[in-house]
């Protein structure tokens, strides 16, 4: 009797467990066989630890980061090798082949090696996300992956080419391949990408011109080709933009010749073509109907037109012309426009006359208008001088320089009218400013310019070469400091001896290092700015660089700066400072002190603190501040996470 109820109970019991086992709500949960097996080799070419086949074996249970579809398939994978225990890198395995309905595959840090050819046999791929570490060239065979419709492969260290086999992922909506060591020409093919809505190849050695094939992307939102070496002119086909939300983005490569007029026509939302070698007339980018341009930046070319006659958009609300050739003066519906703070520079240029009245323009900084012929008004001094005695007029060293246009026979006095030239109320000549674009052939520092021993300010741009000068540190009067475009060599130590320096500008320059002793800079404790950005500077950040406690601006964008930020960049107070490190190949994680810097606060996408297009990884720091600054400030990097990016997981 007790022998049959016993075998009752094993009955029952085993009944219950064959009807859960094969019922269909629990069918429908467990995970395929060869799926499962091929997660289990996964697991174990990753060092991934948390997918446990004794405690948990159903992989489509709680297998973190893996998903099914109602047959059991695998269909998506997501997960960061940051959060693992294993401190090496780990090589992405043959074995993520072996997941034949894969939908959706996320990896994120701690990669190391090249992406296995096995990933072609995804081939219901729809999203590939590989980040960060990985090497060598992008494989041709993902353009076979046709069901792909977002492809991020940024903030690695790809080398080679663009495929151009990528021009056959006509479902793409998303493609980013910024923050790598790509090179050559982008590919025309990407033209065929007619669905995207998002473009980024940001932040590589690409070079060649632009495809003009590209404005077939008709659809796209956001057009990211910053901080390449890309050359020739903008193609006038972009003018077949129609989007007036587009943010298109050109900035720090080496375009060269006048703007298509074209371009003017395009609705485009943020359009920046900064820091490059366009020229002559850019006016038509302006007009008072755009209604849906709200920035504007063609800073740091090479522009000559009349601005005088230029109409606004009305809703512009950030206007960058500075370091060009733009002559004139402002209109007066400058003081109309809804700017933002900061949002403003007009610096460096040949403006003159009376700066619009404008609640906005008031509050403006005066370096916004610096450097300019002779500008005055609010914020700048009042206009009681006669323009003569303001004016910028050129220098000495004509024939070291081979400039034609100071003539000592019908001008014999330089204080008079030799243009970039100015002087002080004893006649010793105490500014210079003269842009070399005009001469035949580059030209280099002459040593005789050490014989201005009075000069406070020096500009001399474009059609450079060679080095700076030693005769340089004669200049112990010398405040401001530009010189820019084609140098080359080390930043010579000894501009720590220049202690009345406090502005000085080498951006667009091809400068590799700092010579012998890259702490010199640190002793410039007067600096109020420093450019550095677009050279070919590598190795660290030098930590003394926070020695630099009156510094407002410190930009070092866009060089092969590697590392980790210095913790002590915390120490810096100055709420009005803007802090610019985008576009090198630092890593590590973002030192918790910098969540205790005072940094500034710019709008749209432009703020005080530019840490993207690196490889850093780890949560961002906490602070008052960092958690109002703009997310594109910490995007396209190895894992960051935390505000104000989406949370650490």
């Known amino acids: 009797m007790e022998a049959t109820t016993s075998n009752s ?66 269909t998506s ?26 939908e959706t595959l996320n990896l994120f840090g701690n990669l190391t090696g090249t992406i296995p050819d096995s990933i072609v046999n995804l081939t219901s791929l729809q999203s590939l996300q590989l980040a960060t570490g990985l090497t060598g060239s992008i494989p041709y065979s993902i353009g076979r992956l046709k069901r792909l419709t977002y492809l991020g492969l940024s903030s690695n260290s790809f080398t080679g080419s663009i495929p151009p086999t990528l021009g056959q992922l006509t479902s793409l909506s998303y493609l980013d391949l910024s923050g790598n060591s790509l090179s050559g020409a982008i590919p025309p093919t990407l ?40 050359s020739g002119p903008i193609p006038a086909s972009f003018g077949a933009f129609n989007n007036p939300k587009m ?64 109409e606004f958009p009305l809703g512009l609300r950030t206007l960058f012309i500075e370091n060009n050739e733009i002559y004139g003066s402002l209109p007066k519906q400058l003081g109309q426009l809804p700017l933002e703070i900061r949002g403003l520079d007009v610096s460096n240029n040949r403006l003159c006359g009376r700066i619009p009245t404008g609640r906005r323009l008031k509050l403006m900084s005066p370096e916004a208008f610096a450097n300019n012929t002779c500008l005055c008004g609010i914020p700048l001094p009042p206009c009681n001088l006669s323009p003569l005695f303001a004016l910028f007029v050129p220098l000495l060293i004509a024939k070291d320089l081979s400039i034609t ?37 580059q030209q280099q520092l002459p040593a005789s310019l050490g014989g201005l021993s009075f000069l406070e300010t020096l500009h001399i741009q474009g059609n450079l070469t060679g080095t700076i000068p030693d005769s340089i540190v004669n200049l112990v009067n010398l405040q401001s400091l530009q010189l820019y475009v084609g140098l080359s060599g080390p930043i010579p130590n000894f501009l720590s001896r220049l202690a009345k320096l406090t502005s000085p500008d080498f951006s667009l320059n091809s400068f590799t290092a700092l010579r012998s002793n890259p702490e010199s800079l640190g002793r410039l404790t007067r600096l109020d700015y420093l450019d550095l950005s677009s050279n070919f500077l590598t190795g660290p950040i030098p930590a003394s660089l926070s020695h630099l406690s009156n510094i407002s601006r410190l930009d070092l964008r866009v060089n092969q700066l590697t590392g980790s930020i210095p913790a002590s960049f915390g120490s810096f107070k100055n709420p009005k400072m803007f802090l610019f490190l985008s576009g090198n190949q630092l890593s590590g994680p973002v030192p918790r002190s910098l969540g205790q810097a005072k940094l500034g606060q710019l709008p749209l996408d432009l703020r005080g603190l530019d840490v993207s297009n690196n490889h850093l990884c780890g949560r961002i720091p906490t602070g008052r501040r960092l958690k109002h600054i703009s997310p594109d400030a910490f995007a396209n990097n190895t894992c960051l996470c935390g505000i104000p990016l989406p949370p650490c997981k």
Not at 197 to 209: F, K, Y
Not at 409 to 435: A, E, K, M, Q
Request: glycine share 8%; aromatic share 10%.
């Open 9 to 74: 109970r094993v009955f029952l019991i085993s009944s219950l467990f064959s009807f859960l086992l094969f019922s269909p709500s629990s069918a429908a949960v467990l995970c395929n066989l060869s799926d499962r097996n091929a997660l289990l080799q996964m697991a174990k070419d990753l060092s991934i630890t948390d997918w446990d086949p004794n405690t948990t074996p159903d992989c489509c249970s709680i297998w973190f980061g893996v998903g099914c579809n109602t047959e059991g398939r695998v």
């Open 405 to 441: 246009d100071w003539d000592p026979n019908t001008t014999p006095d330089c204080c008079d009218i030799w243009f970039g030239v100015g002087c002080d109320t004893n006649g010793r000549v105490n500014s210079l400013f003269y842009h070399l674009d005009e001469t035949e052939v």
């Open 191 to 230: 033209g065929r990408l007619t669905g995207l809505d998002r473009l980024g190849l940001s932040s590589n050695q690409l070079t060649g011109p632009i495809p003009a094939s590209l404005s077939r992307l008709t659809k796209i939102s956001r057009f990211d080709l910053r901080a390449n070496q890309l």
């Open 77 to 102: 994978l997501t997960y960061n090798l940051h959060g693992t225990a294993v401190q090496e890198a780990q090589r992405l395995p043959a074995s993520i082949g072996g997941l034949p309905f894969l």
């Open 247 to 310: 943010l298109l983005f050109l900035a720090g490569n080496r375009l060269s010749g006048p703007v298509p007029r074209s371009l003017g026509e395009a609705k485009v939302n943020f359009l920046e073509l900064s820091s490059n070698r366009l020229t002559g007339d850019a006016s038509f980018l302006f007009g008072r109907n755009k209604t849906w341009l709200e920035t504007l930046d063609i800073g740091s070319n090479r522009f000559k037109f009349d601005i005088s006659n230029v």
